[in-house]
Nanobody, 125 residues
Framework: QVQLRESGGGLVQTGGSLSLSCAAS????????MGWFRQVPGREREFVAL????????VYADDVKGRFTISKDNAANTIHLKMTDLKPDGTDVYSC??????????????????WGQGIQVTVSS
């Protein structure tokens, strides 16, 4: 069973930048899609961004377009999320997810085969 390990969370001020990474333990997802969701306490988990490993297609949630950049390192089975101009949302938990097929629409709907443990991102005002 492939495992996903997130890294890079922490505390940042409003308007600041932070990068997250998610490494897959094996190449099971190498033909599929990986990406990020986030969850604010008391709210549903929401889609943030995805990238397909084979074609490199990316999709972003509307509220992060122009501020977040998702990228991949195929050799390392890793994706990165560069977040800039962060808004004062308090503490969100960002979770990495993966699907072994490049089904972007399913992924955006949360139909993810494997999840990471989640990592906290706190944006202070």
């Amino acid at each position: 069973q492939v495992q996903l390990r997130e890294s890079g969370g922490g505390l940042v001020q409003t308007g600041g930048s932070l990068s997250l990474s998610c490494a897959a333990s094996e190449r099971t997802l190498s033909s599929g899609v990986m990406g990020w969701f986030r969850q604010v306490p008391g709210r549903e988990r929401e889609f943030v961004a995805l990238i397909t490993f084979t074609s490199g297609n990316v999709v972003y949630a509307d509220d992060v377009k122009g501020r977040f950049t998702i990228s991949k390192d195929n050799a390392a089975n890793t994706i990165h999320l560069k977040m800039t101009d962060l808004k004062p949302d308090g503490t969100d938990v960002y979770s990495c997810g993966g699907l072994p097929r490049p089904w972007a629409v399913a992924f955006m709907a949360g139909k993810v085969d494997v999840w990471g443990q989640g990592i906290q991102v706190t944006v202070s005002s």
